[in-house]
């Protein structure tokens, strides 16, 4: 065997452990592996943030804690059971179209939308309620976070709200089945990336003192 025929062979093998890999992984995780890139990629983010907030909050503790007091506890309560609730109905929803129920896959889907929609109108309300009282993310670095972390993240509820409406669309068409689910296996990762993100959010803007 020459040296050719060797560097061949070791380049065969190799792609070929590149896509066991692939493969292996893409089966571990539900939906489409490129989508949990992106997961991985914006939890990172959001994890930068978090630890620049806490890192600012301790060195002006007395500041945050008394801005602190001036957020509803209540409404950020509510919001965590309604995505948490949300989350509930999109995991009844996978596991209806599993079982190749499209139908019932759409109605859990919707109200998993329904609730993000629920989630978006308290926030909006808070957001009135700060802007009304002239506070703004130039107010002090309690409001910089506060408001900066609340819109991104309520932009990936938005962004979810879109991807569970397509899936809920091609659900009620027929276009997934016990065999190919993948789409909604997709929308459901996403939207418990968005729940669980809250889950650290509100603790750390509304409670931890």
Same mark, same amino acid.
């Given at each position: ?11 065969? @093998? ?19 592996f490129?989508?949990?890139?992106? @997961? ?10 978090f ?24 409404? /950020?309560a ?28 759409? =109605?859990?889907?919707? /109200?998993?939308?329904?609730? +993000? /929609?629920?989630? @978006? ?6 957001? =009135? ?7 703004? %993310? ?14 991104? =993240? ?17 659900? #009620? #068409?027929? /276009?997934?089945?016990?065999?190919? =689910?993948? +789409? ?8 418990? %990336?968005?729940?669980?993100?809250w889950?650290?959010?509100?603790p750390?803007?509304? @409670?931890? #003192?």
């Open positions: 065997m020459d040296a050719q025929s060797v560097k061949i062979g070791s380049a065969d @093998i190799a792609v070929t452990a590149r896509a066991d890999f692939q493969k292996n992984h893409q089966k571990d995780l539900p939906g489409d490129a989508l949990w890139i992106f @997961i991985f990629a914006e939890m990172l983010v959001f994890g930068v943030l630890v620049a907030y806490a890192f600012t909050r301790a060195n002006n503790v007395a500041l945050f804690n008394e801005s602190q007091l001036t957020l509803s506890r209540t409404s /950020g509510i919001n965590t059971l309604v995505l948490i609730t949300s989350s509930y109905f999109v995991v009844r929803g996978v596991d209806a179209i599993k079982r190749g129920l499209s139908s019932q896959c759409a =109605h859990w889907l919707t /109200g998993a939308l329904l609730l +993000g /929609g629920v989630f @978006i109108s308290i926030k909006i309300v808070e957001f =009135h309620a700060k802007f009304a009282a002239g506070i703004t %993310m130039s107010s002090n670095a309690f409001y910089m976070f506060y408001l900066s972390l609340t819109f991104f =993240h309520l932009m990936h509820v938005l962004m979810g709200m879109v991807i569970l409406a397509s899936i809920i669309v091609k659900a #009620r #068409r027929g /276009g997934y089945s016990a065999q190919n =689910h993948t +789409g909604v296996e997709t929308g459901a990762s996403f939207w418990h %990336m968005v729940d669980f993100l889950i650290i959010l509100f750390l803007i509304y @409670i931890i #003192r």
